[in-house]
C-alpha cells in the first residue's frame, strides 16, 4: 500500500520521529513546515510542541491519513493539510522550521528552494539518502564536492546529526539514510546577493566541474548568455550596445594572448547531479540540463586548432564573424577569469569565497547570471 513512487517509506522507529522533532527545538509559537507528512508519525509530535504544523502531502491518501490521525483531538485545529506537490509550489509557505523524512526524488529542488527563501526558517531537520548528506557537507576536492555543497555552506550552516538504518522504514529503502541540521543564514549574516545569481554562476561552473574555469566559459552557450545578459544590463543602465559585425575579428588576437590549458581529464568529468533533478521536478533546466554529454570544444577558440590542441576536424569551431559586443563580452570574460587568477583553477578545487570573487568581478564588468 505505500508507493514507491512517490517515494513512500513510513518511519517505524518512533525514537527517530522523536530525534527529528526534538533536533528543531521548536517553540510553542513556532510555525512547522512539514513536507510528505505521510501517515503522521513525524506530525504528531511536532503538533505537540508547535503553534502550528502546515503539511504540504502529493498523495490525497496519505492526506486523509494524517487529518484521520489528529481527527477529535486538541491537535486537529493546529493541523493545515495543503496537498500538491512542494516542489510546484511558487514559494515554500512561510515557517520558523522545515521537517521532513524526505523523499528522495525531491532532496535537491527542496534544499534549493529553501535556501533561496528571502526569510528562509530558522531551522530545518531533514532525512536524506546517506549519499545525498554526503554531499550537503562535501568539502572542496572530495568526490562529492557540488553545486549543492557550495550553495548549503554559503547560505547556511549544515550539521549531521545520525545515521539512520533502513530497518526503520516500512518498505526499507535500498540505501541507509542521515538526518541533518541546516541553519540558513539570515539577517545580516545572509550573505547580500541574490541566490540567483550565485546558483546561476554556479551552473556554469560546476556543469563540468572538472574543467579549468576557463574552458567552462568558452562555452557557446555560456558566452551566449553572458552576451545576453549584458546586454540587458546595458539596456537598463542606458548603456549603447553595437551590433555591427567586427570587421576586425578579434578572436585570433585575443585568443592568442590566452594561456590556455587543455583540459586532459574531460572523458570521466561529470555532470552536475542535481541540475537534472532540478530539470525533471520544475522543468527549469539549464546549460546541459546535467544528463548530456556536453561537448565543450564545439566552440573553442580557433587558436586551439592552430596550435594544433584540437586536431580533429569535427571539432573545429566554426569562425562565424562576431558581433562587437559579442566580442566585448569576450574580453570581459577573459579579464575577469585573469583578474581573479581563476581561470586555471577547476571548480571541484574552488571554495565559496573563489566563486563570490568571482560573481563580484563579474558584476563590475556588467555581467550577471540571472
Ligand atoms: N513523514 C512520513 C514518515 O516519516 O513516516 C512519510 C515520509 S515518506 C519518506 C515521504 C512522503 O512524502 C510520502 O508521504 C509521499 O507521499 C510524500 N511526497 C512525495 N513526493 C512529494 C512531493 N513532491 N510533495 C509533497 N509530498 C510528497
Redesign the pocket.
Known amino acids: 500500500r505505500f ?1 514507491k513512487d ?6 517505524k522507529n518512533p525514537g527517530i ?1 522523536d530525534a527529528i522533532v526534538e533536533k528543531a527545538y521548536l517553540k510553542p509559537t513556532d510555525v512547522v513546515l ?6 503522521g ?2 506530525t504528531v509530535r511536532a503538533l505537540e510542541k508547535a503553534k502550528k504544523v502546515i503539511a ?4 490525497p491518501r ?1 492526506g486523509a491519513e494524517v487529518t484521520k490521525r489528529v481527527q477529535g483531538t486538541p491537535l486537529a485545529k493546529k493541523l493545515e493539510v495543503i496537498l ?4 510546484k509550489m511558487p514559494e515554500l509557505p512561510a515557517c520558523d522550521a522545515l521537517i ?4 528522495y ?2 532532496s535537491s529542488p527542496l534544499i534549493f528552494k529553501m535556501l533561496a527563501m528571502k526569510n528562509p526558517p530558522r531551522v530545518a531537520v531533514l532525512m536524506f539518502q546517506r549519499e545525498f548528506a554526503k554531499r550537503l557537507v562535501a568539502k572542496p576536492g572530495d568526490a562529492l564536492y557540488s553545486r549543492l555543497s557550495v550553495n548549503v555552506n554559503f547560505w547556511s550552516t549544515c550539521k549531521h546529526i545520525m545515521k539512520v538504518g533502513k530497518q526503520n522504514f516500512k518498505p526499507p529503502p535500498k540505501v541507509e539514510s542521515d538526518v541533518v541540521r541546516i541553519e540558513p543564514l539570515v539577517g545580516a549574516a545572509r550573505p547580500n546577493i541574490a541566490f540567483e545569481e550565485f546558483d546561476g554562476l554556479l551552473r556554469i561552473v560546476f556543469n563540468r566541474k572538472n574543467k579549468t574555469l576557463r574552458a567552462g566559459f568558452w562555452q557557446k552557450e555560456v558566452l551566449a548568455l553572458c552576451e545576453r545578459n549584458y546586454k540587458v544590463y546595458c539596456s537598463l543602465n542606458n548603456i549603447a550596445i553595437d551590433e555591427t559585425v567586427d570587421p576586425t575579428d578579434k578572436d585570433v588576437a585575443m585568443d592568442t594572448a590566452m594561456d590556455v590549458e587543455m583540459d586532459v581529464d574531460d572523458d570521466d568529468d561529470e555532470a552536475d547531479p542535481d541540475a537534472a533533478q532540478d530539470k525533471k521536478n520544475s522543468g527549469n533546466g539549464w546549460i546541459g540540463g546535467g544528463g548530456d554529454d556536453d561537448d565543450d570544444d564545439e566552440d573553442m577558440p580557433v587558436f586551439f586548432k592552430e596550435l594544433g590542441v584540437v586536431d580533429d576536424k569535427d571539432k573545429t569551431p566554426s569562425r562565424n564573424p562576431k558581433s562587437r559586443v559579442a566580442m566585448i563580452v569576450r574580453d570581459k570574460v577573459e579579464k575577469v577569469l585573469t583578474v581573479t587568477d581563476l581561470a586555471d583553477k577547476r571548480a571541484r578545487q574552488c571554495d565559496q569565497n573563489d566563486f563570490l570573487k568571482l560573481l563580484l568581478a563579474f558584476h563590475e564588468e556588467g555581467i550577471h547570471f540571472s
Open positions: 508507493d512517490y517515494g513512500q517509506h513510513i518511519l520521529s512539514e513536507v510528505g507528512p505521510g501517515t508519525n513525524i504540504v502531502e502529493l498523495d496519505m500538491g506537490d512542494v516542489i521532513s523524512n524526505t523523499p526524488q525531491i
